[in-house]
């Protein structure tokens, strides 16, 4: 199994990113979008189970949209107004259960993270 994070770059305050998460290996049930600033712990973005239900963090919520395209194989994670604060390495999570919480703990593969930078 692998995911394979990207979309990351550099935008201006206000701006917007798409980042996408290709897996390959098998489909789970829920995938997650964490981010991780430097000098601060990982934390939850956003998940998704199965093809509709879909959770977030209350920083990001009515900017932030989490989907997948299960023909693809691919999860995404829309990313509008963005602000200096998101800036971090956003990585992508996948769970072979339903997602009940916004801990790491229920994910059994991560990708390898994509930088996201808002400059003000």
């Known amino acids: 199994v692998q995911l394979q994070a990207s979309g990351g770059g550099l935008v201006q305050a206000g701006g917007s990113l798409r980042l996408s998460c290709a897996v390959s290996g098998r489909t789970f049930v829920s995938y997650g979008w964490f981010r991780q600033a430097p000098g601060k712990e990982r934390e939850f973005v956003a998940h998704i189970i199965w093809t509709s239900t879909t959770y977030y963090a209350d920083s990001v919520k009515g900017r932030f949209t989490i989907s997948r395209d299960n023909a693809k194989n691919t999860v995404y994670l829309q990313m509008n107004s963005l602000r200096p604060e998101d800036t971090a390495v956003y990585y992508c999570?996948?769970?072979?259960?339903?997602?009940?919480?916004?801990?790491?703990?229920?994910?059994?593969?991560w990708g390898q993270g994509t930088q996201v930078t808002v400059s003000s």
């Open positions: 999570a996948a769970s072979r259960f339903i997602v009940e919480d916004a801990t790491t703990e229920p994910y059994d593969y």
